[in-house]
């Protein structure tokens, strides 16, 4: 890896005409590389549209400027009332990530997977190869199932739904399935209401209570965050619910620091008090709910606030002013996050908060609600990812792998197994659960490729890398699972390097493919990426969002005309069409009908303390944290401890902490607040280059509750790892 | 001129400093704009509560002072400029300053620090931070029209203002209440 130079990272640049005469780096070229009248030529300055498609709520809106074919500058696109024409500070460095010299610039082979010894190929010698390996095992093996896809949330631009098309047209293949992500709050807001909506988070001013329930918007979600405190200086009470002293938290008027994965019971213990002080909303239950009856009864047989209290940490009378403010202040809100859903009991705790929205009449109102997610914008065409097998394809369809135990499976499969991996818009060494496990899955391939932008540790492990664009030098289209706006990404300067869009290496391969063995791939093996934009839209889109035509999206995103209040017209999508506090859907995927309380995770002796890996502020997963910009700010890990689990513990400010199960380990440097609980560690997760970190080493594959139902495997709970800690 | 910083709205997201490197393409170690985390032991309950800090284009500015080939210069709306044009690269400047805020470019060898986005704002936009924050905690105040109450001239960490005489002003944190397992 250490080959990749400056100085190719400057040849590749001079091919492009970009590189100015710079020595060895990009920056300041405003000022140095390019003479000032030059820079200042206002006839070079070209503005375009382009769309942050990361696994993000905000999705933001973006306005890049272009001079001279360089991208000088990004901003947000005021248009977008969301976003508000404000970015984050991610989105604020891709200047630094298109030119970045650490970028995978031309197609590679590595002699020896891991071994950093890479060679550059030409994108032919790339093709062939692969096609080649393709073909190969389909002949050995009779059908293309040992093909491997690991592709999810590293770009969610809708085109990007070609590379599982580029697999579907191999013939039927293995699928890593599933999400690391939501999953169990999807199936519990579709067991309780038909599906995921919510409402417009503009709206969230609307709000005379708000409960942030497991979500830290002021790192995941900043553009939230102004609408947040718009209601908060509106005079919404401001509540936030976290087993961390997050930032949110930290500008929350009332902040509860409940024990990790006792919100079920919180959410049912205020159930308790409203039933008992009559502050249900009955006439709304009677009109739009089934199993309330059953809910109650329950609740009267089986929950209590002093048991609550018991289970939470949190006092009784805090339990019950909390309640009673939440049921008596119309309309309330609730925002539930990811983070308190990735539990083995995450699932069944979310239904208990959805039901607490339910029995104060607070859903289908605006400024009430359970908010957690939505999907209502992205009816597309998916033209890119719907292809046909070729003709006379073995086997009955795809074969699913669980994207949650991605090592284990990858291993375990049979008949045929799996012997080549393709990986697109993903890092599974560093984000999957048991690292060693899925470093062992790596090595048993006969083959791996990766199409990423940045030598991360899944490309360490492939034996080809193939350089992908970033958003500025392709075409897409992009809506977000938060706000509801619609945003085309326009194509601002010509591909850095050797780069492609992962649709381009499709139609490549599929050529290269259909030379070597005429019909062996569906994929199309021409066409223009724009035009392709436009073949994902269709009329319920344009209707939808009162456009006629996508090119009109060239002068600025749009929003819903309609729909911002989430179930405002009480139309539920479950079987009965009511809000389902009983779910006989839920019974069939095995779980009870109700919102009951399912036990927690608890520490072992050996392992007393919970590990929770949270975001962080500056990256999104393995993406931006490599980037100088970040580094400049921080780039060292650290776990964090409470000041008296530290003394006991022996553990002073910087010192190198130990944290290690059955598992494994790592060793981090202490950072010492009372952000956390005397029994709480945190490790904020991300890729950092050139180091060896990664939390996932201590995170056993361990399902979360949920998540069959709606995604086809269940979540990950990722904060039930359990560790010990020890000064080195 | 100077900054207002809302302590309370800030949420610490460096979106502010990174508007700030994307608008002048600074180098990666050359941070105009910083954002510092107060020490959470400073208030009655554990928070984390932040400083967004540029230039403070003080009233009485040491780099202007101690600057030997004059390379700042004090605007009549009090921006503090520094021309890079005239600078040596000596860095007393950065010694003289209390909030270390001229910093030393490697490559050009010489300083450079936040002048207000001068040219922003005599184009009549925002300056690149204001205009990106989110929750608008950073705006651009007229230092000599507006009320003393309601803000205050420091906050924990921010070195003492008698000596330059900042013109960066604050508005506290609230802090709110809190139910902790460890109480």
Not at chain 1, 291 to 313: P, Q, V
Not at chain 1, 358 to 364: Q, S
Not at chain 1, 367 to 372: E, R
Request: glycine share 8%; net charge neutral; with cysteine.
């Amino acid at each position: 890896m250490k080959e990749i130079s400056r100085r190719s990272f400057l040849k590749g640049t001079a091919a492009t005409g970009a590189a100015l005469g710079l020595s060895g780096s990009f920056y300041n070229f405003l000022f140095s590389g390019l003479e000032p009248a030059q820079a200042s030529d206002e006839t070079g300055i070209q503005k375009f549209q382009n769309a942050c498609p990361r696994n993000c709520y905000d999705t933001c809106s973006i306005l890049s400027t272009v001079e001279n074919g360089i991208l000088t500058k990004v901003e947000g696109n005021p248009q977008n009332t969301f976003t508000r024409g404000r970015l984050c500070a991610k989105g604020y460095t891709y200047t630094r990530r298109v030119y970045s010299p650490d970028r995978i610039k031309y197609p590679m082979r590595q002699n020896g997977r891991g071994s950093g010894n890479w060679e550059r190929i030409s994108w032919d010698e790339a093709y062939t190869l692969i096609a080649k390996n393709i073909l190969k095992i389909k002949k050995e093996y009779g059908s293309t199932l040992p093909i491997c896809l690991n592709k999810y949330s590293g770009n969610f631009d809708i085109m990007h739904y070609g590379i599982e098309g580029m697999l579907s047209s191999f013939g039927n293949t293995s699928r890593a399935t599933g999400t690391p992500c939501w999953p169990a709050g999807i199936d519990s807001q579709t067991f309780d209401m038909g599906t995921i909506v919510n409402n417009d988070p503009e709206d969230l001013v609307n709000s005379k209570y708000l409960i942030l329930w497991g979500v830290n918007p002021a790192w995941t979600s900043v553009h939230s965050m102004y609408f947040v405190q718009e209601a908060q200086r509106r005079g919404c009470k401001i509540v936030a619910i976290d087993p961390v002293l997050t930032q949110t938290a930290s500008k929350a008027d009332l902040y509860l620091q409940i024990k990790p994965s006792t919100d079920g019971a919180l959410a049912l213990g205020m159930a308790r008090y409203i039933l008992d002080h009559n502050l249900i909303d009955a006439k709304w239950l009677m009109n739009n709910a089934l199993g309330y009856n059953e809910f109650f009864d329950y609740l009267k047989n089986n929950i209590t606030t002093d048991w609550a209290a018991e289970k939470t940490g949190l006092p009784k009378n805090v339990i019950e002013t909390l309640a009673r403010e939440y049921a008596t202040a119309k309309p309330a809100n609730i925002w539930i996050g990811y983070g308190m859903q990735r539990h083995a009991n995450g699932g069944q705790n979310v239904r208990a908060i959805d039901a607490l929205a339910a029995i104060t009449g607070n859903i289908g109102k605006s400024g009430g609600g359970a908010q957690y997610a939505h999907l209502e914008t992205w009816g597309f065409n998916y033209h890119a990812m719907v292809q046909n097998k070729p003709a006379g394809s073995a086997g009955s369809g795809d074969r699913a792998i669980n994207i949650n135990n991605f090592g284990a499976e990858v291993l375990a499969a049979k008949e045929p197994p799996i012997k080549m991996l393709w990986i697109a818009c993903r890092n599974p060494m560093s984000q999957d659960p048991e690292t060693s496990v899925v470093k062992k899955a790596f090595e048993a391939m006969d083959f791996v490729v990766t199409a990423d932008q940045f030598f991360n540790p899944s490309v360490a492990m492939s034996d080809i890398v193939l350089p992908v664009t970033t958003i500025f030098e392709t075409w897409g289209v992009n809506v977000s699972y938060w706000h509801y706006w619609l945003c085309l990404n326009q194509q601002a300067i010509k591909p850095m390097y050797e780069s492609k869009n992962d649709i381009q290496i499709a139609m490549e391969l599929s050529k290269k493919m259909n030379e070597l063995e005429p019909g062996s791939c569906t994929f199309p093996t021409s066409g223009d990426l724009k035009d392709w934009v436009g073949k994902e839209f269709n009329t319920g889109i344009y209707n939808q969002f009162g456009i006629s035509d996508w090119k009109e999206l060239e002068k600025g995103p749009v929003k819903t005309k309609a729909g911002h209040v989430a179930w405002q017209d009480g139309k539920f999508r479950t079987s009965s069409g009511k809000y389902e506090i009983w779910s006989e859907e839920a019974k069939k995927f095995g779980h009870l009908p109700l919102p009951v309380y399912r036990e927690e995770l608890k520490p072992a002796n050996e392992y007393p303390y919970r590990c929770i890996s949270p975001h962080w502020k500056l990256n999104i997963h393995s993406q931006f944290q490599n980037l100088d910009w970040m580094q400049a700010i921080n780039n060292a890990p650290f776990i964090e401890i409470h000041p008296e689990t530290a003394q006991k513990m022996g553990i002073q400010e910087k010192d190198n902490v130990k944290m290690y199960n059955d598992l494994g380990y790592i060793v981090l440097p202490a950072k010492i607040t009372e952000t956390v609980a005397q029994d709480i560690v945190v490790v904020y997760e991300a890729w950092y280059k050139d180091k060896n970190f990664n939390v996932n080493y201590t995170v056993k594959a361990l399902p979360a509750d949920m998540g069959k139902k709606a995604t086809g495997m269940p979540g990950m709970a990722f904060h039930d790892n359990f560790v010990n800690i020890a000064k080195v | 001129m100077g900054f207002l910083v809302d302590a309370e709205r800030c949420i610490g997201c460096h979106a502010c400093e990174m508007a700030c490197k994307n608008e002048y393409q600074s180098e990666p170690n050359v941070r105009w704009r910083k954002v510092y985390p107060i020490n959470e032991t400073e208030y009655s309950l554990p928070e984390r509560n932040h400083l967004s800090l540029a230039c403070n284009h003080c009233e009485k500015p040491e780099c202007l002072r101690v600057c030997p080939v004059r390379a700042y210069t004090k605007r009549e709306d009090g921006i503090v400029i520094h021309d890079q044009g005239r600078c040596i690269g000596c860095k007393m400047c950065a010694m003289a300053c209390p909030y270390e805020v001229p910093q030393y470019n490697v490559r050009l060898k010489k300083m450079e620090k936040c002048n207000l986005c001068d040219g922003r704002l005599d184009q009549g936009l925002k300056t690149a931070c204001e205009a990106a924050c989110p929750v608008e905690a950073l705006s651009v105040i007229d230092f000599n029209g507006f009320t003393k109450y309601g803000f205050v001239i420091a906050l924990p960490g921010f070195p003492d203002p008698s000596i330059t005489k900042p013109t960066t002003r604050f508005i506290k944190p609230r802090i709110g209440a809190q139910v902790r397992r460890d109480q």
